[in-house]
């Protein structure tokens, strides 16, 4: 009898080593695991096998994680990216979150640590407790079962975190949440304390959502408390 395995995993790198050492450690921590050298065959693979989550170097041959990314959420794939990168860089890490990724791992990594942000990203981006579906605050709509977002008749492209975050603001609304308490129930997982991580998705979410200068801003933040989403009526 063939053993179930806890998820399908898409591992790219362009080190033999790495990626042979990744997938045979991933495979004996139960998941299946299908590689990808370079870009292209990453993109391949990725419309091939169907992954659940992509482990994805940010350095490659033919081009970088970043426009793999791209790439795949261009093409309607939304399965969780988590890059590998060599640089322990603010903007690299802020870069890949902005292109659709949800979480990295910086070289030289542990193993545990890989799998354990692998597990923390599967959690969250699984899908939601069955509920309403639709959550509305002012002229802010967000469907859960659609995945969809409006504000008014404009629809606003978020990734599976981005979408994650807005979806607990909504949930709370006027109410000031802790970047902790934003680290633990859309991350699910610390970062070792790095908070700046919040600051990177609230910024790009602010972005998407209070872009129009004619309507009202509806995520504030509180300095040195946290973020909000503010109501027009309270």
Known sequence: MKKQTEAKLLVVDDEPNILELLATSLRFAGFEVVTASNGREALDKAQSESPDLAVLDVMLPDMDGFTVTRKLRASGRLFPVLFLTAKDDTEDKVTGLTVGGDDYVTKPFSLDEVVARIRAV?????????????????????????HEVFRGDREIDLSPTEFKLLRYLMLNPNRVLSK??????????????????????????RRKIDNNPELPSLI???RGVGYLLRTSKK
């Open 122 to 146: 599967l959690r969250r981006t699984a899908a939601h407790e069955e509920e309403d579906s639709r959550l509305r605050v002012d002229d802010l709509i967000l469907d859960d079962d659609a």
């Open 220 to 222: 504030h933040t509180k």
């Open 180 to 205: 902790a308490q934003i680290l633990d129930h859309v991350w699910e997982y610390d970062f070792n304390g790095d908070a700046s991580i919040v600051e990177s998705y609230i910024s790009y979410l």
